[in-house]
Every structure is written in C-alpha cells, then in structure tokens.
C-alpha cells in the first residue's frame, strides 16, 4: 500500500481514536480494552481494529488466556500493537529528514553540540511557557502530558513520573543517538523549565521501545 | 548474534584539559560506575583495564592527551544497546563535548574477531587506521555502517 492509502485508513474519527490509543499502550492491547477506552462495542473495534492491521498500522499478535495450552483452552485472544514502520505524506513534496542528517551531520563533525543543546533548551523553553499561558492553574502532569502530545511523544503515567512512547525524531535519533537524545533532553528541559514545572524532571532513560528521555517525579509537594 | 564471532571495538579521545583537573572531574568520576554496568551486561565480553586503575584511562600508548578504550561484545547489537540505549553512559556520550575535543577523522572502529579472541592495542590500532584510509569495511565499520562477520 503506498504511505498515502496506508495514511488515508485513519481518516475516520473512531478509527483514529482506537490506532491513538492503541499506539500509547507500552502493553499489546486486546478488543474489549480497545473498545471500553473509545467507548464503543466491542464488534465496531474488532473492524476497526482489523483495518488499521490490514493497513500494517498495527501489528497482530495472538495470546493464551492465563495458565492454559491445548485443545480445549479457549480461544487465544487477539492483541494489537502499533507497528514499527514509518509513513509520511507530504504535498507538496518536502523531504525535511534529508536536511537534517545533513544538518546532524555537520554538527557532529564541528562539535557544535553545546549550542544546538543552548538552542534547544531555549526552543524548549519557548513551547513550555507557551503552555502554561494556555492553562496557567493546571497541575504540573497534567500541562506537561497535554504539551508532549501535542509535540507527538505519547506519553504515558509511570508511577510518580511520566514515559514516552514515541520518538519525534527516531530514524535521526538512531543515526546520531548522542546528539539527537541529547538534544531532545535539553527541549524537554527547557519544557518544563518554560512551564515553571517542579514536580518533574527530565532525564535520559531509555527503555526498549520508549524514547530515551522519561520525565522523574521530583517529590515536589505540587500536585502532579 | 552470530555465533563464532565476538565483535570488537577501540575508541579514542583528546581531552580537553588534564584528567585531574576541575573541567574532567565527572567524567573521571563516571568511569568506574559505567564500567561496572558494562561488565555486568549480558552480551559483555571483555575490557581492556591496567591493573588497579579505572579502566583503560591510565594508558596512554598514544600519547598523554589522548584516552584509548578497547572492549570486547558478543555481538553488535549487545553493544549497541550498551552504548546507546543505556542511560548512564548515554548521559556520559550526551556530554561528551565537555571533555573531548571533536575529532575530524574517525575516532571509533568496530571490527570482528573470532570467539575467545582478545585483541591487542596494535591490532586495533590498525583497524583504525584502516577505516580512516579506506572508510568501513568488513574489516573496519562503525555503528552508521556496520558489516557482518566476513
């Protein structure tokens, strides 16, 4: 399928809500979830579900009910996770991704690190206080998980702190991971310092599958 | 993982200032605990370390401002993991302007060696060289373009 007809697949607004949904799950996400966290039935998620799959947006995998093998066993549940590829569509034709290896690439070769990460801090900083004028009573966890997935991170509640699920800058961050995680550490910084944010803090943590940056629970006495 | 084959490393560094002083303090500080995660990674095989000191930073074959590191991997993707999807030396690659200058020519070589074998300072050394004359290749690669075991 080409990015186009893959990308058109989401333009139903349930269709949409179930792959975003899905997408920010760290676990492999069943029918009866999918359907109870978009609020329809459980057939209308099954098709959906069948439809972002067949459009390789999600992957398929199968599971056995706890504790039990063999004829007899029940039906294994069928469970979805977003799928690794990436589509992008662009009109007219922009092909930003080349110019910022380049541009990657030139900065690691002059060892210009410390000011794209002053750039970044300070652009970061920008898009926090930006947040913040739009709901200026917001508890801190709430701001900043409404500010990252604006900025396409997906970012889920762990404990006391807060992971993402997505890396904006992945195919990058894998070509340059020093200077492109560090880059995005010091936008997440410069988020939360623009935000006027204590009660997290930002700090490189990769886990497989996540961004390398997760965001810390400080232990600041504002409600999170 | 393919079997037979361990996968091998050297990278080099030209400090900024001397490794006692004030500029290198937490990079000198951050060798031992990042060496201790590296050896208890699973795909970990071997480091090249002088005696009591931390790590290899005390030998300077090439000269007193330039630090060698030399390890040894079960497989790329062991290391890979190690050196970029670990937090603490992720945070120390994320810093590493502060305490080394940028190298123009390569200053990190990845090669095969079958299993069981450690390299010495001289084999890598050539490696290095290798891909500074002739760019990666199955004998000397980087992580941006690796090659499998020949």
Same mark, same amino acid.
């Given at each position: 399928?080409?990015?186009?007809?893959?990308?058109?697949?989401?333009?139903?607004?349930?269709?949409?809500?179930?792959?975003?949904?899905?997408?920010?799950?760290?676990?492999?996400?069943?029918?009866?979830?999918?359907?109870?966290?978009?609020?329809?039935?459980?057939?209308?998620?099954?098709?959906?579900?069948?439809?972002?799959?067949? =459009?390789?947006?999600?992957? $398929? /995998?199968?599971?056995?009910? +706890?504790? #039990? !093998?063999?004829?007899?066993?029940?039906?294994?549940?069928?469970?979805?996770?977003?799928? =690794?590829?990436?589509?992008? $569509? /662009?009109?007219?034709?922009? +092909?930003? #991704? !080349?110019?910022?290896?380049?541009?990657?690439?030139?900065?690691?070769?002059?060892?210009?690190?410390?000011?794209?990460?002053?750039?970044?801090?300070?652009?970061?900083?920008a898009t926090g206080r930006a947040a913040r004028r739009r709901a200026p009573a917001d508890p801190d966890g709430d701001l900043v998980v409404a500010a990252l997935t604006d900025q396409g991170y997906q970012p889920y509640r762990d404990g006391t702190g807060i992971r993402l699920r997505n890396c904006p800058f992945h195919v990058l961050a894998d070509r340059y991971p020093p200077l492109i995680c560090g880059m995005n550490l010091a936008l997440l910084e410069g988020l939360l310092e623009g935000a006027a944010v204590t009660a997290l803090r930002a700090t490189l943590d990769p886990r497989p599958g996540d961004c390398c940056v997760m965001l810390r629970g400080t232990g600041d006495s504002k409600t999170n | 993982m393919v079997s037979g084959y361990h996968l091998a490393q050297l990278n080099v560094g030209l400090v900024r200032a001397p490794t006692d002083s004030p500029e290198l303090a937490d990079f000198m500080a951050g060798i031992g605990p990042v060496n201790a995660i590296a050896d208890a990674e699973a795909g970990f095989v071997w480091r090249l370390a002088d005696g009591d000191g931390p790590g290899a930073t005390a030998l300077r074959p090439c000269g007193p401002d330039l630090m060698v590191n030399m390890s040894v991997w079960q497989s790329l993707e062991a290391l890979r993991d190690f050196v970029y999807r670990n937090g603490p030396h992720l945070d120390f690659m994320r810093r590493r302007r502060e305490w080394f200058h940028r190298m123009p020519e390569e200053h990190l070589v990845l090669w095969w060696v079958p299993a069981g074998h450690i390299p010495d300072l001289d084999e890598a050394l050539s490696r290095l060289d290798l891909l500074r004359r002739n760019g990666p290749s199955p004998l000397a690669f980087t992580f941006r373009e690796p090659y499998g075991p020949a």
């Open positions: 399928m080409s990015d186009i007809s893959v990308v058109a697949v989401l333009d139903d607004p349930v269709r949409r809500r179930l792959y975003d949904y899905v997408a920010a799950q760290s676990h492999a996400v069943g029918r009866n979830e999918a359907a109870q966290a978009v609020g329809i039935q459980r057939t209308l998620a099954a098709f959906h579900l069948d439809r972002l799959a067949g =459009a390789g947006l999600l992957d $398929v /995998t199968f599971r056995r009910p +706890d504790g #039990r !093998s063999g004829p007899g066993a029940g039906r294994p549940a069928k469970l979805y996770r977003r799928a =690794a590829a990436e589509h992008q $569509v /662009t009109v007219p034709p922009r +092909d930003y #991704r !080349s110019a910022a290896e380049l541009l990657a690439e030139v900065v690691d070769i002059t060892g210009a690190e410390p000011q794209l990460q002053r750039s970044a801090r300070s652009r970061g900083a | -």
